[in-house]
């Protein structure tokens, strides 16, 4: 089938789209997360946390035949930097010491939301291919600086490669469940060298003898006051680093009315004087569903993701039990594959969290600036690969895979 035979559409909002014709294409991608889900990418939009007001300006750029969609990309005009992850200031700083501007540019990816997975959705390689051709020809056309593709799944990376974009590599931290699965949170800590074990009971210890209890909710069962609770959370958490947050209120109530499977709530709790009261939250992405594409059950693609934590009083290592203890013992019970922990955060790797090498894409419109780039693209890749083997050293793991 030849690249002619497709119609290129790019649509400036989510409800031009079909949410069944994009959540289908989605589910039969490799790596799929509820973050690139339509009624994500609605919310996002119809909430104002990415809208051009917050410099997010979203245009879907999609590939058809006839009336049936082949593949399709969310991608975002930015005016800034915040937001992405992976860092690009040094970038932008260069091209505005020389009078070039760096913005808007063109970045693909779940805003605020640095999880890998699926970004060019495609219903094969072939396809998946001609929509990165499509993307850089009309970034070109709108004389955007550049585009950058953030927390890409290998089969993105492959594409984009092939098509001559730039790869840069991160690390983040996750948690990988054993084959079959522990049996309890004994049996993973068991898995890890006596000095780490040691650690993590004696902070466990810390939350418990200071009264806090904790329950989870998923889905509907989450209440409106467990939601009303965990945002005051999530704000404090941000103003009290002198940022006001990504996410409104709005977009999170949108989340419980339209995608509730896909979240999970830990609410710490601390009785005092006979009146048991909140003092913390964390709230956990989920994959709702592990049937595959074909139809065969999946427990791989069983994946939490940790998002957001708060509170309204500080207790020595509730941080710890709130984000990963609770979080982990919760994927151990219901048989799940893996937990990822966000970006950054070495601190990581003593809860068992081990490094993970991540990838984005990027494409540079000037000639001279991507030359620049691409040298110093290949120093910081050495530089990560000395990394990951210095980190694969400090395992917590008692018998860590080679």
């Known amino acids: 089938m030849s690249a002619t035979d497709y119609v290129i559409r790019v649509l400036d909002s989510p409800l031009q789209l079909d949410a069944d014709a994009w959540n289908s294409l989605l589910a039969q991608q490799p790596n799929a997360s509820p973050f690139m889900r339509h ?11 990415a809208t051009p007001a917050s410099g997010w300006t979203l245009r879907l750029v999609t590939l058809w035949l006839g009336e049936v969609l082949q593949a399709g990309c969310a991608l975002y005009l930015k005016s800034h930097s915040y937001g992405e992850y992976v860092f690009d200031w040094a970038w932008a700083n260069a091209y505005q010491q020389h009078g070039v501007p760096y913005y808007p540019k063109a970045v693909i990816a779940a805003p605020f939301t640095p999880v890998p997975g699926a970004r060019l959705l495609a219903r094969d390689a072939a396809t998946r291919k001609l929509l ?10 709108q004389e955007l600086s550049s585009l950058h593709v953030l927390f890409a799944n290998q089969e993105d990376v492959d594409a984009c490669a092939e098509a001559n974009l730039m790869l840069r590599h991160t690390v983040q931290f ?4 054993t084959s079959p699965g522990y ?18 009971r004696q902070e466990r210890r810390k939350v418990a003898d200071a009264g806090i209890r904790f329950r989870w909710s998923r889905g509907r069962d989450i209440t409106q006051q467990d939601w009303d609770f965990f945002y005051s959370c999530y704000e404090r958490t941000y103003y009290e680093h002198g940022n006001a947050p990504y996410l409104s209120r709005d977009f999170f109530q949108r989340m419980a009315d339209t995608m509730p499977e896909n979240w999970l709530l830990f609410v710490a709790e601390r009785e005092t004087a006979g009146v048991v009261k909140p003092v913390a939250t964390s709230l956990i992405a989920i994959s709702a569903d592990n049937t595959c594409a074909n139809g065969t059950n999946n427990t791989q693609s069983m994946v939490a993701y940790g998002r957001y934590w708060g509170a309204v009083e500080r207790v020595d290592c509730l941080h710890f039990e709130a984000c990963y203890y609770q979080p982990l013992a919760w994927c151990i019970e219901h048989g799940f594959a893996r937990f990822e922990g966000g970006a950054q955060g070495e601190h990581k790797m003593a809860r068992a969290l081990l490094p993970v090498k991540t990838t984005s894409a990027h494409w540079l419109a000037h000639p ?22 210095e980190l694969a050293q400090r395992s917590p793991l008692k018998n860590p895979k080679p």
């Open 39 to 49: 009624e994500y990418l609605a919310a996002l939009h119809q909430s104002g946390s």
């Open 174 to 177: 996750h948690w990988t469940n």
């Open 132 to 141: 990165v051709q499509a993307v850089v020809a009309w970034c070109d056309e």
């Open 368 to 389: 001279a600036f991507a030359d620049a780039v691409e040298r110093f693209l290949e120093r910081e890749g050495a530089g990560i690969a000395g990394y990951m083997d």
């Open 183 to 200: 049996q309890s949170f004994d049996d993973f800590l068991a898995s890890m060298a006596q000095e780490k074990r040691k650690k993590i």
